[in-house]
């Protein structure tokens, strides 16, 4: 029977020691690499199988010979105590990643959530108003009552001292802070922040306790009857106001105030009259061919005298202001909204053309509703569109009184 070695290892032959492992006794052994890296291994035998633990670097600046023998014969009372060393040490390894995890769980404030979610999505946004809405309404509302606190603790209580201060006043602003801070939670939770139902959720939770949308007030845009369209743009004409240039060609394309206040001049193709808006910038997220009558063309030549890169520009250089047509409407007397002339548009369309629905609601970029035909539907009408537009043009242009009961039907365009 071999002679069990017991401390068969010397400080100088751990120095001088040749690549392989050199036994020390007790199951403690001295790897050495070819690379001469010296590494400490307890061997031991639990359960029939044998199992190597790692003590750590040996040599110089490492594990010393004696302190190894004294961590090897620690790992030996508990092998006899029946613990496994490698399994210990993996729970332990565990239980601290765990509680790592939770001291970072702790410390995510609903804030950080919500900057990381926006900074994460913002570029998949359509437009600069969106982002800085999501920022704004967020740190009006939401961060004073629950920014700094853990998101993991956010409750309905929270969410409530939020909404239920302008859930009534400020309806349309109080949805989106709502569904912005549901958002937010939503990413936590899937980020592994927080466990849970979110207590922002609408249906079943909030909804049984706030009043519905449709109980609050928001109202149409109010809009100019058509009749008085005419009459409008006439008055329209006499103002020398880049506003009022603006406005013009608004009504004309029936396009919306953000898609021209945006527009640019690398979008317009004056020669052939068209103005083509990126799908970047248009609600429906797809590509928009404007076709530019006469007078709207006109419109943007006078424009282009002030040599910026938007179509219409502000006093100070940059593009004009997104009140400055509001503002000229209040001059004017009336409360109309400049959006309610793409509805004075859509009833002219209705009631005094021929043209097709489907003509009519492309002119204004609404998706088409019915899956099946969009589908199918490849081309974006332009040229019935483009004598659409010329019909308008011509009708904002008109000396018909308001009262007129004059209808102008083009017989050429009955088909679709």
Known sequence: MPK??????????????????????????LLVKESGARSWVYRF?????????????????????????????????????????????????????????????????FRAVAEAHIAANEGSWRNDKHRQQWRNTLATYAYPVMGDLPVADI???HVLKILEPIWQDKPETASRVRGRIEIVLDAAKARGYRVGENPARWRGHIGQILPARARLTRGHHKALPYGEIPGFVESLRKRAAMAASALEFVILTATRTSEVLSGTWAEVDLERGVWTIPAARMKAGKEHRVPLTSRATDILKESKLAESEWLFTG??????????????????????????????????????????????????????????????????????????????????????????????????????
């Open 4 to 29: 069990k070695l017991s401390n068969a290892l010397t400080p100088l032959a751990v120095k001088n020691a040749k690549p392989g492992r050199h036994a020390d006794g007790g199951g403690l052994h």
């Open 45 to 109: 035998m639990l359960n029939g199988k044998s199992r190597d633990v790692g003590l750590g670097p040996a040599g110089t600046g490492g594990i010393s010979l004696s302190h190894a023998r004294d961590a090897r014969d620690a790992l030996r009372l508990k092998v006899k105590a029946g613990i496994d060393p490698i399994e210990e040490r993996q729970r332990e390894a565990n239980e601290a990643l765990a509680a790592s995890q939770a001291a970072q769980v702790a410390g995510m404030t």
């Open 155 to 157: 409750g309905t209580a």
């Open 315 to 416: 006093d100070r250089g940059g593009k004009l202001s997104g009140m400055a047509m509001n503002m000229l409407l209040r001059r004017m007397g009336t409360d109309v909204t400049v959006h309610g002339f793409r509805s004075g548009f859509r009833d002219w369309a209705a009631e005094s053309t021929a043209y097709s629905h489907e003509v009519c609601e492309m002119a204004l970029a609404h998706v088409i509703g019915n899956k099946a035909e969009a589908a199918y539907r490849r081309g974006d009408l332009f040229e019935k569109r483009r004598r659409l537009m010329t019909d308008w043009a011509a009708y904002c242009a008109s000396p018909l009184r308001a009262d007129s009961n004059v209808i102008a039907i083009r017989s050429a365009d009955l088909t679709p």
